[in-house]
């Protein structure tokens, strides 16, 4: 596979993903990455050449275990922690063009947050996917195959691919998008993570709002899911 970039912001994402593919090089899930074949630096464009790999067909119980041990492996990558008051900068945003009631639960969570820094608490963070749908991933001759990481985060808090891997469908393929079972869904799914890893002081659902909080404005259902949050989040 060949990308090329001609402005700075692509050039920019192609560069993120050729240092995140060199990274994975080293890492226990580099079976599962592309391999990094070249990048190319010319005067007008950027060129990033990757490995491909044909699809195959696989059982979708069999493509979800993958994906869950591969989210565990990935979260083992540059692993640390770091105080959530740290995060709470990320999570600031006007809320005057939003409805009143989203408007109203972004601001309780944002509290309820606040809570959690100021009793001195600390989050997860490793290395990110950040673009971590159904459609970045497919099956192989070699088993789980992940690709597009142009929006790889070197230190992002825990859990955010497992709920885009699980909210994605719900936001872009399913015409009758309930919040309250997309909410399930997703802290269900990052679930299994958060079993296979050490016990953590702070409940999925911080995790899960520090992740929709940044991306409430890109639509209505990312408001949706953050009333539906902070009903259950007590």
């Given at each position: 596979i060949l990308k090329v970039a001609q402005t700075s912001r692509a050039k920019a994402s192609l560069q993120n993903e050729a240092n995140a593919l060199s990274r994975l090089a080293l890492a226990d899930i580099a079976c599962s990455v592309p391999k990094l074949l070249g990048l190319e630096d010319e005067a007008r464009h950027l060129t990033l050449v990757q490995e491909y790999r044909s699809r195959r067909s696989v059982s979708q119980w069999r493509m979800k275990d993958a994906v869950q041990v591969f989210l565990v492996k990935l979260a083992s990558?540059?692993?640390?922690?770091?105080?959530?008051g740290d995060c709470l900068p990320l999570v600031e945003a006007d809320r005057g063009s939003l409805p009143a009631g989203v408007a109203a639960a972004m601001k309780s969570l944002q509290v309820k947050l606040r809570a959690l820094a100021d009793n001195g608490l600390f989050i997860r963070t490793h290395l990110s996917h950040g673009d971590f749908a159904p459609w970045n991933c497919s099956w192989s001759g070699q088993g789980l195959f992940v690709f597009d990481w142009e929006e790889s985060?070197?230190?992002?808090?825990?859990?955010g691919d497992a709920f885009y891997y699980a909210?994605?469908?719900w936001f872009h393929v399913r015409r009758n998008s309930n919040a309250e079972t997309a909410l399930s869904d997703a802290l269900h799914f990052a679930g299994f993570l958060a079993s296979r890893l050490a016990p953590d002081d702070v409940?999925?659902?911080a995790y899960l709002a520090l992740w929709l909080l940044p991306r409430v404005s890109r639509g209505p259902f990312y408001g949706e899911l953050l009333l539906s949050l902070d009903r259950i989040w007590q």
């Open positions: 990558i540059d692993s640390s922690k770091r105080c959530i985060v070197a230190q992002a808090p825990a859990f909210l994605a469908p409940a999925l659902e």
